[in-house]
């Protein structure tokens, strides 16, 4: 029985993360059972934990890993993954278009226009190039298409706490749903220090 699963390698060759595949995990794969995938991803995952490899290439090739033996589970018993991991809360998702990349504010508008088009009525735009650009873009989008369309927006850690909160305030006069990423993902303080004033003004 095959499992398929996905290894995301944007930036990086994927070459890396088929090294990490072949070369540290299929060693401690062979051979075991894998529906003890809860097992065998605590095993892979431990094995470099006093590495401190706890994101980038390891981790994602052991998502790929992952994904791979809950799809060997789910043909073996017959079922959907979704019925193995405790059931479904709702039978339909709201989709959106990701990701709307830097443009100018009249080509984004195009964009999102296309996307509407068709059939998206959620779209994340990628922000991040300052406070006057990412305002024109958000703007222009409301100024054309109103709340025909939803938007999400995505800065990929672009500013630090005093900028993101500037940006987060403008966003919410823009009814803008989500503000990912405002700053690295692993700077908690900082996370902490925006969400305050932008959730008790």
Do not use: C
Request: net charge neutral; charged share 25%.
């Amino acid at each position: 029985m095959v499992g398929g699963g996905e290894a995301i390698a944007r930036e990086a060759p994927p070459e890396a993360t088929a090294a990490v595949i072949n070369n540290l995990f299929k060693p401690m794969l062979i051979g075991k059972d894998p529906l003890d995938n809860e097992v065998i991803w605590e095993q892979l995952f431990s094995a470099m934990r006093i590495r401190g490899h706890y994101a980038g290439y390891y981790v994602e090739a052991l998502s790929g890993v992952d994904l791979a033996l809950w799809d060997i589970k789910g043909k073996y018993f017959g079922k959907p993954v979704y019925k193995l991991i405790g059931g479904a809360f709702r039978d339909r998702v709201k989709a959106y278009a990701s990701s709307v990349l830097f443009m100018s504010p009249e080509d984004t508008v195009k964009e999102v226009e296309r996307l509407v088009q068709e059939g998206f009525r959620y779209v994340k735009v990628k922000i991040g190039r300052g406070y006057d650009m990412d305002k024109a873009v958000i703007k222009a989008i409301r100024d054309s298409l109103g709340n025909d369309v939803e938007i999400m927006v995505d800065a990929n850690t672009a500013y630090n706490v005093s900028t993101a909160i500037k940006v987060g305030r403008m966003l919410e006069r823009y009814d803008v749903l989500w503000f990912e990423e405002p700053v690295p993902p692993d700077n908690i303080e900082a996370y902490s220090r925006i969400a305050k004033p932008l959730t008790y003004q």
